[in-house]
């Protein structure tokens, strides 16, 4: 194993990724940050130099670290924030995290404006290592023209993002930008360079704030092989559906005749309100060695319609290891609702609350401190004893699908469905896929298991960046 020094400074710079000019909240001036990449087995030394203005703190989304709770980088959750101008380094190792994960700002909604970047942790035992011969980084993302920060205050209407991005590109329609703005059309749209015969592994990653997508290639097949650091069993698609935050890897052929393509990226408008109906479709374009340059790719769309706002059908996505999953010993059901709280601003709620940092003192430094009061309140559930096998129910009141992430651990999906009661007969208990990001639809469940052996405090939450709560939408707590 190897240590991996990454030297990162988040700060702020003007930049026009679509065209339009705005400042972002960069890692080293780049937006998005630098790929991180590593092999499983080595030790990460993140190396933060907050530059920023403002404070911050990165969690590397994807990582469970095991052993090093306090490295997670939620803000009062497990540490105290990186201060403007201060240094503060992550260290920990990734011995059982290969896959394709993140980092991003952990901080109210910095990472929407930029603070975030690919975390490859590439395996040295990876089953499909023969299966393709390059490996190709695809980060989607919806894209805000406006500072997010400010509009935190006004969130009681959602907002619409002004366009989407492939690896940070795409082309703006100037005409749309306020007057008085820096705009220039036809910014360029993300280039990928296949060879004839040559097979690819795609890494997608979606980063957006709110949106949910469907990713495809015109005329490319592709075999979903990883789910958010877990193997699948090799899954024939066309059209990808990838929800906040989670990550897939598709195997693609280059086995088109040598012309250009369109990669695209679809707003899952369903989920999304009325006004963003006219948000066109995010491309980018696969070249061909040997196809011409700048020829416009024709419009070969994939027809195949899948339901939008849900995950890919967990019970066709299947792990490639077959695992016995444990029986659960502890049940807890999570209601989601979303209401006014007292100053009128709606958010998202859980069984009844909202997680509100203590921000004098973070809450896990408090139990190792011994001073516990604060684990039996309502925000959170403790766990006094290693590797209880816990099944959580989410029933969700709210129209609105909700792509929850739990810190710390994976999770085996047991089930999803319509209504608000978990239907039991309809729970995978035999082989179910394991990964860290899964969407609960809207007005609907989700039935979830995982094994709490990873002491800490870890968050679980929406992670949408909740146009209508307080960070993300309801940060929770665990213990374990
Ligand atoms: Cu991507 Cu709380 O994390």
């Known amino acids: 194993p190897k240590t991996n020094t990454i030297d990162l400074t988040i700060e702020k710079v003007t930049l026009a990724p679509d065209g339009f000019t705005r400042q972002l909240s960069t890692v080293n001036g780049q937006y998005p940050g630098p790929t991180i990449e590593v092999n499983k087995g080595d030790r990460i030394l993140m190396k933060i130099r907050n530059k920023l203005g403002e404070p911050t703190a990165i969690h590397a989304h994807g990582m469970l670290q095991r052993g090093t709770p306090w490295y997670d980088g939620v803000p009062w959750m497990a540490q105290c924030v990186i201060p403007d101008d201060y240094e503060f380094t992550y260290n920990f190792t990734v011995p059982e995290e290969a896959g394709t994960h993140w980092y991003h700002a952990h901080e109210t909604l910095q990472y929407v404006d930029g603070a975030f970047g690919a975390l490859i942790v590439h395996d040295p035992d990876d089953p499909y290592k023969s299966e393709y011969d390059e490996e190709i980084i695809v980060m989607l993302n919806d894209y805000h023209h406006t500072n997010a920060q400010p509009l935190l205050k006004e969130f009681l209407t959602p907002e619409i993002p002004d366009n989407g991005l492939i690896n940070g590109k795409n082309n703006f329609d100037c005409s749309k930008a306020p007057s008085g703005s820096k705009c220039v059309d036809n910014a360029g749209l993300a280039k990928f360079e296949f060879v004839k015969n040559k097979k690819y592994r795609l890494r997608i990653i979606n980063t957006s704030a709110f949106s949910a997508f469907f990713f495809s290639i015109d005329k490319h097949e592709m075999e979903v092989i990883e789910a958010d650091g877990s193997y699948t069993k090799r899954n024939k698609i066309n059209r990808l559906p990838i929800n906040v935050a989670q990550r897939y890897s598709v195997i693609v052929t280059a086995n088109q005749p040598v012309d250009n393509y369109i990669m695209r990226s679809e707003f899952q408008k369903k989920c999304m309100p009325d006004a963003a109906a006219n948000l066109p479709i995010i491309k980018a374009i696969v070249h061909y060695e040997g196809a011409p340059n700048d020829a416009e790719p024709k419009d070969n769309p994939w027809s195949d319609s899948l339901a939008e706002c849900v995950d890919l059908d967990h019970k066709t996505l299947q792990p490639l290891k077959e695992e016995k999953i444990p029986e659960a010993t502890k049940k807890f059901e999570f209601e989601i609702e979303f209401h006014k709280n007292k100053t009128g601003i709606v958010k998202a709620f859980l069984n009844g609350s909202s997680y509100i940092p203590d921000i004098n003192f ?107 709560s307080f960070r993300f939408c309801s940060l929770y707590c665990f213990f374990f």
């Open 362 to 468: 973070p809450t896990l430094d408090k139990i190792f401190k011994g001073k516990s009061s604060y684990e039996r309140s309502a925000n959170a559930y403790v766990f006094d004893k290693d590797g209880e096998v816990v099944d959580l129910y989410f029933i969700n009141y709210d129209e609105g699908d909700h792509p929850f992430h739990i810190h710390g651990y994976q999770f085996w999906v047991l089930g999803t469905g319509d209504g608000d009661k978990v239907n039991k007969d309809e729970l995978n208990t035999n082989n179910p896929i394991k990964r860290d990001t899964a969407t609960i639809p809207g007005s609907g469940w989700m039935a979830i298991r995982f094994v709490s052996d990873n002491p800490g405090v870890w968050g679980i939450h929406c992670h949408m960046i909740c146009y209508r």
